[in-house]
């Protein structure tokens, strides 16, 4: 059997939970010694690639961080840990939660830090791209996540829908005027 044949068409959201921890050392930092947020993204996007990679079992590519709070600043010498699952698949699409923690090393105090979703795309080593399995989710908790990850995508969806509108709608006002 080669590998796409065994590929099942649904998985769980449990088989795609990935987790990373990091130190958060000076060249993370700003001036004030607080994580940057930029390089907050960047392990976001990592942690979440790696639920979407389990999912996928194949490319991904990030199509947008559709929403990120930064709940409170991540200070130098905290430990942060990442946590990702799929919240639901579509057809070539997956959206991915992570949540992060800080925990002061000292103290042993542990806060949740940051919260996003993402939206990452199954392609293949062309660019193609590939169908994903279907997400069976089993917790409340599951279930409430993939649910709301479709009304995020409508929200999305009539977003870029109206976005679109106002460019040719500019568009047409410029070639009057011209
Ligand atoms: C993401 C990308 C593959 C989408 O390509 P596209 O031709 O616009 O895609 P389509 O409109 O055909 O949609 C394909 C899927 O992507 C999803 N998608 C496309 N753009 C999206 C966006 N901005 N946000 C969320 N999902 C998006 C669609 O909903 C669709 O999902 P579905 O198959 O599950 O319904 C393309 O824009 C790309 O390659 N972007 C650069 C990705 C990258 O380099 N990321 C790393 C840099 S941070």
Do not use: C
């Not at 947020?37 to 690639?49: E, K, Q, S, V, Y």
């Not at 559709?66 to 639901?88: A, C, E």
């Not at 949540?99 to 939206?119: C, D, F, P, Q």
């Not at 279907?134 to 009304?151: Q, V």
């Amino acid at each position: 059997m080669n590998e796409a044949e065994s590929t099942p068409l649904v998985r769980t959201v449990a088989s795609t939970q990935s987790e990373m921890t990091e130190i958060i050392l000076p060249n993370d930092t700003n001036t004030l010694g607080n994580l940057l947020g930029g390089r907050l993204m960047h392990f976001i996007d990592l942690t979440g690639a790696m639920a979407a990679y389990r999912h996928s079992r194949t490319h991904v590519v990030t199509a947008a961080m559709d929403h990120i709070d930064f709940i409170r600043p991540v200070h130098l010498g905290d430990l942060l840990t990442l946590k990702s699952s799929v919240n639901r698949a579509f057809t070539t699409s997956m959206e991915v939660g992570v949540k992060v923690w800080a925990e002061n090393t000292r103290t042993g105090t542990v806060a949740h830090v940051a919260s996003a979703y993402l939206v990452f795309v199954a392609i293949d080593e062309h660019g193609r791209f590939i169908k994903v399995p279907a997400l069976k989710p089993e917790t409340p908790d599951e279930i409430r996540r993939y649910e709301d990850a479709l009304r995020r995508r409508q929200h999305r969806e009539a977003e870029y829908a109206r976005r679109r509108e106002a460019k040719l709608a500019a568009t047409a006002l410029e070639e009057t005027k011209a």
